[in-house]
T-cell receptor, first 116, second 114 residues
Framework: DQQVKQNSPSLSVQEGRISILNCDYT??????FLWYKKYPAEGPTFLIS?????DKNEDGRFTVFLNKSAKHLSLHIVPSQPGDSAVYFC???????????????FGQGTILTVHP | ETGVTQSPTHLIKTRGQQVTLRCSSQ?????VSWYQQALGQGPQFIFQ???????GRGNFPPRFSGLQFPNYSSELNVNALELDDSALYLC?????????????FGSGTQLSVL
């Protein structure tokens, strides 16, 4: 049962343009969402997060949007740079009862390639 | 650089053997989680340790076990290895405070079971 899905295995974007990575979830108990970036031979690196009480969170070139009714979130990268080329994972957690610390459910990942 | 270190980086075992993977948490972090990442998949939660006790477990059999030490380092032990255990094993540390926390991952141990 894939509770977090990233339906696009890969995305190719020109440098300077916008990259939009999408993620869908099925578990309505999820209330905290994160995006991680992973380079080859490295562990995932935290990028940006959003709690379910918000619908948008920005950090520099990165913005995450959350649509709770659609159970959908997206990561926007503007402008995209070649150094952004990596695998991007969407992850979610549920803090109901305060027992879910550290228990993230990840999507399958999307390979982003930014061409110069 | 997250400050989370894992050893070894690569390991080859044969089916039926036992393996121990090690993790040193980032300084000041009191929680460690272990994840398994199969090829082409996202990381899957194995379990988490907080103050040396297991604090939640994913859908993994009992032959996956762990330890957390007073210095917050940790071990993942897998007994009776199976071919499907071949994966990247990731350790992540965090500081348990407040409502949510961010995990800081190590670079992982690539385990191959032949």
């Amino acid at each position: 049962d894939q509770q977090v899905k990233q339906n696009s295995p890969s995305l190719s974007v020109q440098e300077g343009r916008i990259s939009i990575l999408n993620c869908d979830y099925t578990n309505s108990m999820f209330d905290y969402f994160l995006w991680y970036k992973k380079y080859p031979a490295e562990g995932p690196t935290f990028l940006i997060s959003i709690s379910s009480i918000k619908d948008k969170n920005e950090d520099g070139r990165f913005t995450v949007f959350l649509n709770k009714s659609a159970k959908h979130l997206s990561l926007h990268i503007v402008p995209s740079q070649p150094g952004d080329s990596a695998v991007y994972f969407c992850a979610a957690s549920s803090n109901a009862g305060g027992t879910s610390y550290g228990k993230l459910t990840f999507g399958q990942g999307t390979i982003l390639t930014v061409h110069p | 650089e997250t400050g989370v270190t894992q050893s070894p980086t690569h390991l080859i075992k044969t089916r039926g053997q036992q393996v121990t993977l090690r993790c040193s948490s980032q300084s000041g972090h009191n929680t460690v989680s272990w994840y398994q990442q199969a090829l082409g998949q996202g990381p899957q939660f194995i379990f988490q340790y907080y103050r040396e006790e297991e604090n939640g477990r994913g859908n993994f059999p009992p032959r996956f076990s762990g330890l957390q030490f007073p210095n917050y380092s940790s071990e993942l032990n897998v007994n009776a290895l199976e071919l499907d255990d071949s994966a990247l094993y990731l350790c992540a540390s965090s500081l348990k405070e407040g409502w949510n926390e961010k995990l800081f991952f190590g670079s992982g141990t690539q385990l191959s079971v032949l």
